[in-house]
Every structure is written in structure tokens, then in C-alpha cells.
């Protein structure tokens, strides 16, 4: 089995920074690209940011210059840094992974998704 627990959420003021992580754990044979959504209340959930099995990223607009997204390839781990947040950012952020992972004596792809983290941006 599979699963993906982010840790990083809370409240802080506009201007303020948070980071988020995200672990994989389980059988994992390969993970080819995870990424990081955010949904607010009463919107569609939308993708933050993503970074590939060779390190490429790509970013929302809304966040570019303020989110950076890196990851641990050897913890198979995923970190957001989002820094001068503003109350917009206010949303839960679900981590996703696109992987291979071992089922008996094949392999399986399997996208997983995480429990989901609050983060609020209020004065």
C-alpha cells in the first residue's frame, strides 16, 4: 500500500511564509512526477505546482515568484516554500504523486493523493 502524508499547514499573516513536505511511503518502485493542488472553499482544486522525475517544475501563475517546489528523490519526498503569501492562498493543499509501485511480482502505476493540509492567510 501507498500513501502520501503532508505536514506544514497553519495560519499566518499576509507577507508570511509556511512550508509544506510531503512524504511517500510503501512499496514504491519509481515515482515520475508529484505535485502540489490547493482547493478553496466554494473553487475547483487547481495545481500549484509539479516537479518531474528529472527535476523539471512548473508553477500557477498566481504563484510564480513566491512558491518554490524541490524534491527529495532519495526520501521520495516533496517540499512547497511559499513565501509573501496572501489571502488568496487560502486553501487545503493536497500533495499527488504519479508512481510505479510493486504488487506481487509485477509493477503497477498509481496516482495518490494526500489527506490535505490547511493553510490560512488572515491578519
Known amino acids: 500500500q501507498v500513501r502520501l502524508v503532508e505536514s506544514g499547514g497553519g495560519l499566518v499573516q499576509p507577507g508570511g511564509s509556511l512550508r509544506l513536505s510531503c512524504v511517500a511511503s510503501?512499496?514504491?518502485?519509481?515515482?515520475?512526477?508529484m505535485g502540489w493542488y490547493r482547493q478553496a472553499p466554494g473553487k475547483e482544486r487547481e495545481l500549484v505546482a509539479a516537479v518531474t522525475s528529472s527535476s523539471g517544475t512548473m508553477y500557477a501563475d498566481s504563484v510564480k515568484g513566491r512558491f518554490t517546489v524541490s524534491r527529495d528523490y532519495l526520501e521520495n519526498a516533496m517540499t512547497l516554500q511559499m513565501n509573501n503569501l496572501k489571502p488568496e492562498d487560502t486553501a487545503v493543499y493536497y500533495c499527488?504523486?504519479?508512481?510505479?509501485?510493486?504488487?506481487?511480482?509485477?509493477?503497477?502505476?498509481?496516482?495518490?493523493w494526500g489527506q490535505g493540509t490547511l493553510v490560512t492567510i488572515s491578519p
Open positions: 499527488s504523486a504519479d508512481l510505479v509501485y510493486y504488487m506481487r511480482d509485477s509493477t503497477k502505476d498509481l496516482e495518490v
Open positions: 510503501g512499496s514504491i518502485y519509481r515515482i515520475n512526477a
